[in-house]
């Protein structure tokens, strides 16, 4: 769904949302992504891969808007110069985290090449209310018996890394001169908040990290200047 309001009286916004699902049989990850969930684990059994993608996000929404600050909007004389021209913008992006795949650090199906994942009873490996030093329950979870595959999925629905929320906003000065030549000063802030969206936990069941998180997935507050003349 898509709202917008188009420019007029110095104002503009744009807000859409989106509602989907992606399923997929396993696409690994891309240069630089942190989610994964491993390769196929019965090359025999394709059809026991597919899941929620490493890529879905259930819900996506997006906001922006644009307003010119309606004073000394003349350009002439010394005062439109310096008191006129100012614009302010804003990004506001909320996201939802990927579906978690989790893996197992002991292959004991011998099934040359084929991969491994623990045995899962069926409750949301999710903890409640999940932070940092425990995002997944080890408790859900199992070792299978020698030459046997885990019945844990791909991936969880039910179960996401941390999801987004950030507020990026820009401030931007036109100084126009002659009829010809613009001055333009930008200063931009992204995630204006500095609010951390933290990586994926540790997926390796046996691994004593497994369910905690030691990074962050998002840059923390940054502001730059930047000056360009248009002519």
Do not use: H
């Not at 879905?56 to 010394?78: C, H, W």
């Not at 989790?102 to 903890?127: A, D, H, I, K, L």
């Not at 995002?135 to 039910?158: E, H, I, K, Q």
């Not at 931009?188 to 936990?201: G, V």
């Amino acid at each position: 769904m898509k709202a917008e309001k188009r420019y007029a009286s110095g104002v503009s916004i744009l807000v859409s949302y989106t509602w989907s699902k992606l399923m997929d049989f396993g696409i690994g990850p891309f240069a630089g992504e942190a989610l994964a969930a491993g390769g196929f684990q019965n090359w025999a059994n394709l059809a026991a891969d597919k899941s929620p993608s490493t890529l879905d996000q259930t819900n996506r929404f997006i906001m922006n808007a644009v307003y010119e600050i309606p004073l000394f909007k003349s350009d002439k004389g010394v005062a439109g110069k310096v008191l006129g021209g100012w614009q302010v913008g804003g990004i506001w992006s909320s996201f939802s985290g990927g579906p978690l795949g989790v893996n197992s650090t002991v292959n004991n199906t011998f099934s040359q090449g084929g991969g491994q994942r623990p045995n899962w009873n069926g409750q949301n490996p999710c903890v409640a209310n999940p932070v940092p030093t425990r995002w997944l329950d080890s408790g859900v979870f199992s070792n299978p018996p020698l030459y046997a595959f885990g019945t844990t999925p791909r991936t969880f629905n039910g179960c996401r890394s941390d999801g987004t929320a950030q507020v990026d906003m820009t401030l931007t000065k036109n100084t126009k001169f002659r009829d010809r030549m613009n001055v333009q000063f930008r200063a931009e802030m992204f995630n204006i908040s500095n609010t951390a969206r933290f990586a994926p936990p540790n997926p390796s069941f046996g691994n004593p990290q497994f369910g905690t998180i030691n990074a962050q997935s998002n840059q923390p507050r940054i502001i730059q200047f930047g000056l360009k003349v248009v002519y």
